[in-house]
């Protein structure tokens, strides 16, 4: 039974923490300390055979069980509508907030204008302790829009479906107080573990959806998934790892549904047609590995020397075919294996038409990478424009306050100079002299005023 919903007013500022949970008893004390200060945790457990349900209620989380689904999100929607909170942050257990993160959520929170619905955080994926900051996990894909308003919601019940909102969705800075750390892989094992059971929930989804796959479509879209993802730049020889990991799931989506159906049905590619695919999508690989190099070199100089030796020295040591693939452009690449010989079976004209791709898709990456430069500078530019916008307004500010000051200071010169003439005109004549006894015309001080006044127009 899930535990009773407490008897409470909801504040319009209050923040319900949710989180689904299948046996997490290993990464639930850890999330519960690092994410402790919200109004209300609710723990949406998917049946649980371990620790995890004692662990929750021990810390004064709310329980909803669930039904196992092998993945969260048919159990998402549910949560939300256990939640009370006005806001729901709404995180996995490996995943956490950065020092501060709770403060920086609740501030947020109490700052929002009403038209925002939700906001999208940036998430660091982590292999083991490394980072991985490319590869399709990186900070320009991986934002999550996790905090939201609980009426303002729905999440469909497919794997790795987004949700959608009522209102506006603001996007967060990678550079905030607010991102995810999310410990995705323990290690190279553990990625090909969950791959693996993600690749069967996709394919059960593609034939419920009336979808045919064929093993031409399966090798298609893996070619596209390992060359979008590859970015060595980034990851390092990491990224090829996590690249054909990728290529293997997406082919195993499609392999998958097929298996459940007729194997018998599928056309067969011809060996050499295959092997000349293969060689030339690992040629643009390696060329791709030996540009990373080169930029790494140019970037960071002798310090990026033994790197680069590496990749050389591997080049060196490759066929010759894989040496001269290194001086060629893409338009030349595209060439190197014809589509003609792939024209013998419908699998083959898809291996080719994937290895076209390969050149296409990497120019559109050069191209939006280049857009954002171009767009960075243009914002810049106009930042700058502005702060000289904003210096001469000031200057043209000061300088027309000075000369006000100065015509005030004139007409102040000008009646201290008639009044002191005034009163040369009451002094007696320098040959005259004064009588013995009589009182002077000039006031006592009068020209001591006189001056102090000039003195104080001249200050001004």
Known sequence: MPDMQPDQVVSPDSISLVVMTRNEEANLPGFLENLAGFDEVVVADMESDDATVAIARSAGGRVLPLPNAGFAEPGRMDAVRFATGTWVLMLDADERLPAGGVDAVRG???????????????????????????????????????????????WAPKVHSSPEFAGEVLDLPNEGAIRI????????????????????????????????????????????????????????????????????????????????????????????????????????LRRRELAAAASD???????????????LSVWQSSPPQLKSVAATTLDGLQYEVPAAQFAADELGQTV??????????????????????AEAAARQASERR?????????????????????????????????????????????????????????????????????????DD
């Open 108 to 154: 947020l929170c109490g700052r929002t204008p009403p038209r925002v619905a939700a906001y999208r955080i940036p998430r660091v994926n982590y292999l083991g302790d490394r980072p991985i900051r490319g590869s399709g996990w990186g900070l320009d894909v991986e934002r999550h829009a996790r905090l939201f308003r609980r009426d303002a919601v729905t």
């Open 352 to 373: 080719a038409s994937g290895l076209e791709q390969v050149g296409v898709r990497v120019e559109l990456r050069r191209e939006r990478r280049a857009r954002e430069e």
């Open 181 to 284: 750390e999310h410990a995705n892989f323990r290690d190279y094992a553990h990625l090909l573990e969950k791959l693996n059971g993600y690749s069967t929930i996709e394919a059960d989804e593609l034939l419920e959806s009336g979808g045919h796959p064929t093993l031409a479509m399966a090798l298609r879209f893996a070619l596209e998934e390992m060359s979008n993802r590859y970015d060595p730049e980034a990851d390092g020889p990491l990224s090829l790892a996590l690249s054909v990991a990728m290529f293997g799931y997406r082919f195993a989506c499609h392999a998958k549904a097929v298996g459940q159906r007729d194997w018998a049905d599928q056309p067969v590619i011809g060996q050499e047609s295959l092997r000349a695919a293969i060689q030339s999508f690992w040629s643009e």
């Open 297 to 311: 070199l140019s970037r960071n100089g002798a310090d990026a020397m033994p790197a680069t030796q590496r990749v």
């Open 386 to 458: 502005l702060e000289a916008e904003e210096l001469f307004e000031r200057t043209t500010d000061a300088l027309e306050e000075a000369l006000q000051r100065l015509s005030a200071l004139e007409v102040l010169l000008a009646e201290s100079q008639a009044e002191a003439a005034a009163l040369s005109l009451r002094l007696p004549s320098a040959e005259a002299g004064e009588r013995p006894g009589r009182p002077s015309l000039v006031e006592p001080g009068a020209r001591s005023r006189v001056t102090r006044r000039l003195r104080r127009g001249s």
